[in-house]
Each structure stands twice: as structure tokens, then as C-alpha cells.
């Protein structure tokens, strides 16, 4: 591989601006249904245990289709890939706003999910095949805009569209861009044939399906129905086929034919960055969680008022990622993620401490705002800092384990705070609690949780190197370090 220039040309920017807008648009529609699901349930006259489904199957689907895109990368162009999709996700998105019931609203969710998953692998591989290592720190920035704050946007824009339009607009307002992006896009991404002709393995399909997707629906079960015996044995289910998987990857990499090269995990930065990603999810997911519950349930809140609450924090990230980005490509990784950390897990320990049906507004925007620079200076650092040290045949694998690793420690958030916050209500109505009282001291439990997250952050935090040790990383084309 030769050489990036020092400066992107006009075409990779575009290229890369296409991806950007795109991969938000696929995230966003990730936790936009979150707030609908009341009023679909009542739409379609189904069970809060069936509606539940059009996110489980969201995030069920994302999490067996990501591990497969980095053969997909390996395989195909830029250009097919793009294709495919945005091509899965404009079709998925059209047919929920035109879904005339609940079954084909399923279909529609799974079909925006195959497209949703394959994006942001897709984007953080152009980025390393396209932006020289000196300057990522900046594009990884505009990234982790798409990570972190279309998630946190989704729930304020679908409540400001219930607030005054049908739960289709949700969709129809999507379907333009969608549309504009692939007609943008296509023609300026590479048609270059893909870099090798690895044959697929059938038998890491047959592992990946139950292993990843068995491990996100037993931590979605977990989180709704408790620890019985049939959430725990699909659980250990999930993790034995997991266990093979990660067995027939390593002998299939001896030859590049692994459908999921694990060789990134043998970089200590790409490790030590994975393991931040998933702390950093849970916090993440689990707050998103949390808080909208919180003021639904104690405070009375309506929906729209509950995203516009959250709503500054989100633009706050976006605001930042950029700035972050630049001083990151100056300082390096620890210097940032230390502070960062710091913030979070005191936000989190205030959410757990002070929280009760008095609290007002201003003192929630204000937390969050916090709690939001925490997370600006953490979700950059850890994206670059893993996939830096890359050698350039290794980009697509590692862009696919360090999503779906998000995937599950998304899912894993929601499953250990919804879990804890519902075993401790409980708790405290049992032992004859008041029903607020019970409900705000059930609340606490699950902050801790993030808390904790924060706590491991930090400690990785301060393993990580600054701009110093970065400058004697190996060269991107180097050998890896065991």
C-alpha cells in the first residue's frame, strides 16, 4: 500500500463527508424508535412484549450482521458496499413508513439493520485506507459524532415529531437523505475490485448467528424477564458458540480466510481501546436508558420535554468531537481520557447521589452537559488509538470488532442497568416502600453501574500513551507485536 498524501484531495473528502452523513443517518435511526413504542402499541393493538421486538430485532440483526463485514470489505468495492448498504437501508426505511402492520414493520426494522450495520465499518475503513495517521485524530472526531450523539438526538427528534406528526414521519423524513446519499455517494467511491478472494466460511456463519445474536437477545431477555433458566442457557449457548468461533477464526487467519480476522486483538492499543469502547457503551447506553426513564417515572415528564432536556448534551458532543479530534493528533490519547473519565464518573456518582422527584430542570441540563464533555473527550482517543496501529490488510477486520463490540456493549448496558434498576424497585416495594421512593432509590443502583464503567476508563486511561509514545507506534505497515 502506498503511502496517504499529507493532505486529503477534494475527491476523499467528499468521499469521506458522503460516509459521515450517511453512517449518522443509518445511527440515528438506531434509538429513534425507542420513544414510538407506546403509541405503536397501541397503533398495531400488540403486547408491550411483541412492540419491544422492533428494537430487539434491531439490535439482534446488527449484531450478527457487523462480524461478517469485514470479509464483506475484503471482498467487495467500496462502491458495492456502499451500495449495498445504503441500498438496504433507503428500502428498509421506505417500507416501515409504508408498513400497513406490525409484521412488516419487523421486516422493514431488520432490513434498516443489515444496511445500519455495515456502514460504520465501512466508514472507519475508508478513513484509515484514505486520511495518513498524523491527521486522523481530526476525521476519527466527525466519527464519534456519529457514535455517540446520534444515539443521544435520536429519542429528541422522534418526540418532537409524535409531538405534531404520525409515527411514519419518523421514517418519510429520512428517505430523501437517504436517497441523496446514495445518489451523491455512489459515483465518487472507489469501484476498485477488493483486495483479496477469501472464500466464505460457511461453518463461522453457523457459529457467528447464534453467538453474537444469542448473546444481544439473552442480555435483552435478561434485562426484561430476570436471570430464569432459559435467559441464562441462552446465554451460555451464545458464549460457547462464541468460544468456537473465536477458535476457527484463529486457524482460518493462518491462511486469510478468516470470516473475522482477530489478529488486531494481538495490538496492545487496539486492545486496550476495545476494552475502554465497551465501558464507555455501557455508560452510554445505559444513561440513555436511564435518564428518560427517570423523568418519565419520577419527575412526570412528557416525552418532548424529556429529549429536550437531553437534547444540549448531544449537540454539546457534536460540537466538540471535532476539537477533541485536533487535540488528539497534538497531545495523544491519555490526556484526554483521564479528565474525561474524571467528569463522567462524577456526573454518574451525582446522578446516583442526588437524583429524587425534587431535582430541577436546570441541574439536569447542566449534569448531562458534564457528563456529555466527559464523553467527547473519551469516544475520539479510543476510536484512533485502536485503529491506528493497524497494519493496512487488518483495517477492515478491526473496524468490524471494535463495532460490533459496541453493539454488545450496548446491549450489555441496557441489560445491567435495566436489570439492576427493576431488581431494586422491587426490592424496596417488597420490603414496603413508598412507590416513588421505591422507584428513585431503584434508580440509584443502575447509576452506580455507570459509575463503575467510569472508574475502569480511568484506569485504562492512564495505560495509554500521550502524544510521545504515539510518535514511537509502530509503522502502519509493521508487524504485530505479541
Known sequence: ????????????????????????????????????????????????????????????????????????????????????????????????????GFGVLLVARVIQACGTAVMMPLLMTTILDLVPPARRGVLMGNVSIVISVAPAIGPTLSGLILQYLSWRFMFIVIIPIAILALVIGTPRLGNESGQAKTPLSGLSILLAVPGFGGLVFGLSRLSAGGA?????????????????FAFLQGRLQREDKALLDLRPLTYRDFTLSLVLMMFAMVALFGVIILLPMFFTNVLGMETLTTGL??????????????FVGRMYDKVGPRPLVVPGALVLTAVLFAYALILDSTTPIWLLVVLHLAMSLGMALIFTPAFTTALNPLPHHLHSHGSALLSTLQQLGGAMGTALVVGVVAATTASKLAAGSDELVATVEGFAP?????????????????????????????????????
Open 309 to 322: 432536556v437531553m437534547l444540549p448534551g448531544g449537540l454539546l458532543m457534536g460540537i466538540l468531537a471535532p
Open 228 to 244: 430464569s433458566a432459559l435467559n441464562v442457557g441462552i446465554l451460555i449457548l451464545a458464549v460457547l458458540c462464541l468460544a468456537a
Open 446 to 482: 443502575g447509576f452506580f453501574v455507570g459509575a463503575a464503567c467510569g472508574v475502569g476508563i480511568l484506569v485504562i486511561g492512564f495505560l495509554m500513551g500521550g502524544k510521545k509514545e504515539l510518535a514511537a507506534q509502530e509503522p502502519e505497515n509493521a508487524p504485530a507485536m505479541h
Open 1 to 100: 500500500m502506498t503511502n496517504a498524501p499529507e493532505r486529503l484531495s477534494k475527491k476523499n473528502f467528499t468521499t469521506i463527508a458522503v460516509l459521515i452523513v450517511s453512517s449518522f443517518v443509518v445511527i440515528l435511526n438506531e434509538t429513534i424508535m425507542n420513544v414510538a413504542l407506546p403509541v405503536l402499541m397501541v397503533e398495531f393493538d400488540v403486547t408491550a412484549d411483541a412492540i419491544q421486538w422492533l428494537a430487539t430485532i434491531f439490535m439482534l440483526t446488527m449484531a450478527v450482521v457487523i462480524p461478517m463485514t469485514g470479509f464483506l470489505l475484503q471482498v467487495l468495492s467500496t462502491r458495492k458496499v456502499f451500495l449495498l448498504a445504503m441500498g438496504m437501508f433507503a428500502l428498509g426505511t421506505t417500507l416501515a413508513a409504508l408498513a400497513p
